[in-house]
Nanobody, 121 residues
Framework: QVQLVESGGGLVQAGGSLRLSCTASRRTISSYAMGWFRQAPGKERVFVASINWNGANTYYADSVKGRFTISRDNAKNTVYLQMNSLEPEDTAVYYC??????????????WGQGTQVTVSS
């Protein structure tokens, strides 16, 4: 069983940047696709981005294309989400998950506990 821990969230002004990290323990994630999702208050959890096992293929939600970048360092067992040009609408709890490339959350098998991102206007 893999344990995923997100970090890097916080409070930032609109237009600012944050980099989220998702570090895995108990098992290597180097052969697994990984994804980021987010959930705003009162809303469903939605897909943000995903990356295949070696980083060669990435996918993004339309709402974050051109602003967010997903990457990974398999040597560090870590996946990143670089978020630039942040908007108040990006405010949410961000979760990383293992095991899929899909925008469907049901495909993923393990989830982190989430990290809060708050963007002030």
């Amino acid at each position: 069983q893999v344990q995923l821990v997100e970090s890097g969230g916080g409070l930032v002004q609109a237009g600012g940047s944050l980099r989220l990290s998702c570090t895995a323990s108990r098992r290597t994630i180097s052969s697994y696709a990984m994804g980021w999702f987010r959930q705003a208050p009162g809303k469903e959890r939605v897909f943000v981005a995903s990356i295949n096992w070696n980083g060669a293929n990435t996918y993004y939600a339309d709402s974050v294309k051109g602003r967010f970048t997903i990457s990974r360092d398999n040597a560090k067992n870590t996946v990143y989400l670089q978020m630039n040009s942040l908007e108040p609408e990006d405010t949410a709890v961000y979760y990383c998950a293992s095991g899929g490339l899909s925008s469907n959350a049901k495909v993923y098998d393990y989830w982190g506990q989430g990290t809060q991102v708050t963007v002030s206007s």
